[in-house]
């Protein structure tokens, strides 16, 4: 199997700031040609967007990844250019050396030894590569499963190649993710002199009894796979900041990460009976970023966490820990879907990188788990 350092290089050195591919996809789409792949390139306003497949049997299995990278940050601080690859003390910088390039070029060189050592192989493969992941995450991989939805075309397999291990590769699959829900309330108060309180109404005093309830409310317990929901206020603002006038209203910010223990509704619903319990007049909007998904184990999980067992020793723990991912989006037409990828201690960070053994292992992995779900 070749190496994917190569590719990985090619990928880094291309500065595909979200929602900016800068040719990526392009590079991409002409390995996959040349192994058979038919590619569909799909533009949704600034984002890029890739599915590519082989075959038209069943299962399906598919790799999912994203060529956009965080920006750099103070360039000087970085210890070389964020967007040429280098090797130094056996590691791979660059930006995307570790979310995710360095997945992405894994899979590629994975598939394309796949295919030269079994041409003929059962089932079909794809790749669902967006621009998007880094950024709003709204014309990435969500348009492209909403296309495939229409066309009729689901999933069985999927392995999202996000950084997922921890300490080494291969301590931690993650089969799942908690759901992400966000609010923006508006509390309405009278602005007022603070001389004269029984002319205005605070809002922020107003809101202390709820806000004191819902820091302290167990949404649920969690089960063995999720840990318990939490709600978290990340913003709060009130006033002009003068020091003598009572805030005609506040605003607060806040977020819930919750399993499937607790539905959407149910969360909103009693979010908003303890507001109207306390008798407050506000406003709220509500976002839903996605709603959480799990893979219990079966074909995939054994499939991948064999692979890793075989390459490297290790066990793999389950995890439904961290933030979201494109599988919250592709769970909706895939009912196996776990990410799979490198270390995360430098993602998002200056000097990003991957060790290079980490580069190599990488590809073997993605293989064992194509030969053992696709025989």
């Given at each position: 199997m070749e190496s994917p350092l190569e590719l990985a290089q090619a990928l880094i050195g291309r500065p595909s700031i979200t929602p900016d591919d800068a040719g990526c996809q392009a590079l991409i789409a002409d390995r996959l040609e040349a192994a058979g792949f038919t590619c569909e390139h799909i533009r949704c306003g600034e984002v890029s967007n890739l599915w590519a497949r082989r075959g038209a049997a069943r299962p399906l299995l598919a790799f999912a990844g994203h060529t956009d990278v965080v920006p750099p940050g103070p360039l000087e601080q970085w210890q070389s250019d964020p967007f040429v690859p280098t090797i130094r003390d056996g590691r791979l910088f660059g930006r995307g050396a570790a979310d995710m390039k360095s997945s992405i070029a894994a899979f590629l060189v994975a598939v394309e030894a796949f295919v030269r050592e079994r041409p003929a192989h059962s089932g079909s493969i794809a790749l669902l590569i967006t621009s998007d992941e880094e950024g709003p995450s709204v014309d990435g991989t969500a348009r492209v499963v909403e296309l495939l939805r229409q066309r009729g075309e689901s999933l069985d397999y999927c392995i999202v190649g996000e950084p997922s291990s921890v300490a080494l590769l291969g301590d931690m699959i993650k089969n799942g993710r908690r759901g992400s829900l966000?609010?923006?309330?508006?509390?309405?108060?009278?602005?007022?002199?603070?001389?004269?309180?029984?002319?205005?109404?605070?809002?922020?005093?107003?809101?202390?009894?709820?806000?004191?309830?819902?820091?302290?409310?167990?949404?649920?317990?969690?089960?063995?796979?999720?840990p318990p929901t939490v709600w978290q206020v990340s913003n709060i603002h009130a006033g002009t900041g003068a020091t003598n006038l009572i805030p005609g209203s506040l605003e607060l910010d806040f977020n819930?990460?919750?399993?499937?223990?607790?539905?959407?509704?149910?969360?909103?619903?009693?979010?908003?009976?303890?507001?109207?319990?306390?008798?407050?007049?506000?406003?709220?909007?509500?976002?839903?970023?996605?709603?959480?998904?799990?893979?219990?184990?079966?074909?995939?999980?054994?499939?991948?966490?064999?692979a890793i067992h075989a390459s490297t020793g290790r066990t793999p723990e389950l995890s439904t820990t961290g933030g979201t991912s494109d599988g919250r989006f592709i769970a909706a037409i895939c009912r196996q879907v776990v990410e799979f990828g490198p270390p995360n201690a430098t993602i998002h960070k200056l000097n990003e990188n991957i060790e290079l053994q980490v580069l190599e292992q990488l590809p073997r992995i993605y293989l064992d788990t194509l030969r053992r779900l696709l025989p």
């Open positions: 966000s609010g923006h309330l508006t509390v309405r108060g009278i602005q007022a002199h603070i001389a004269y309180p029984h002319l205005g109404r605070n809002p922020i005093h107003m809101l202390a009894p709820a806000l004191a309830e819902l820091t302290a409310a167990r949404w649920d317990e969690g089960d063995q796979f999720f819930f990460r919750f399993c499937t223990a607790s539905p959407e509704n149910s969360l909103r619903e009693r979010f908003e009976a303890i507001l109207r319990k306390h008798g407050l007049d506000y406003e709220l909007r509500w976002s839903l970023s996605g709603n959480p998904f799990l893979t219990p184990p079966g074909n995939l999980v054994d499939a991948v966490k064999h």
